[in-house]
């Protein structure tokens, strides 16, 4: 197992965003965290993240338990994460991006140490890798949405993590670039990295995972691989209301 919750609770006043979640993700695959919206996906990843802190139940990482920590130790512990809306600073350019996404301080360090060659010589090798290289010396507020979300996958890769989370990496992108995702969480897999992926392009889901879980109301209610998932009747009630 790479990330495992136990019982994890989160409630907003009344609404109930995750009801007592238990859940494993298994190491080296790519695994699919799936439901209707409303469901309690990306409050399971702030949680998972530390941008929220659970009501109750406990998060470990690797054996290791994370409930509590901060989110910059969590990322430092090998967990990286992107978002459901893209989070980039529009009047940086493309590499000003990765750089900062990757140094301590922000903004406020750019300009200084950040300039050092191998940072920057790694953060155009990361935008050769997503395939913005050309992209370099461009403000990121100029590139389309699907492009952005590329610089964001960049950025992510720029503190090496072991396990990326994906929140609806292929949401607002056009089909070519879809594929280019799809094609980038595929070789990473390949050389080692494990992949949370929240998504709702079920083609993309199936086509992709190893491991699919589907949410609810809060919590799981299926998992097993694609093809079990599925033909699951509660998916298909959860989604269809058949």
Known sequence: MTVQTQGLRKAYGG????????VTFHEGQINALIGPNGSGKTTFFNCVTGMIRADSGSTTYRG???TRSAPHRIARAGIGRSFQLCRVFPRLTTLENVLVAHR??????LLGSSRRAPERDKARELLTRVGIEHLEHALAGDLSYGQQKLLELAGVLMA???????DEPAGGVN???IDRIADLVLSLNAEGR????VEHNMELVMSLS???VVFDRGKPI???PPSVVQEDPRVLEAYLGV
């Open 15 to 22: 609404v109930t965003a995750l009801d007592g979640a238990t």
């Open 64 to 66: 290791r338990e994370i």
């Open 104 to 109: 301590p301080g922000g903004i406020g360090k």
């Open 160 to 166: 090496d993590p072991d396990t990326i989370m994906l």
């Open 175 to 177: 089909p070519a670039l």
């Open 194 to 197: 494990t992949f949370i992926v």
């Open 210 to 212: 190893h491991h699919v």
């Open 222 to 224: 299926c998992e097993g």
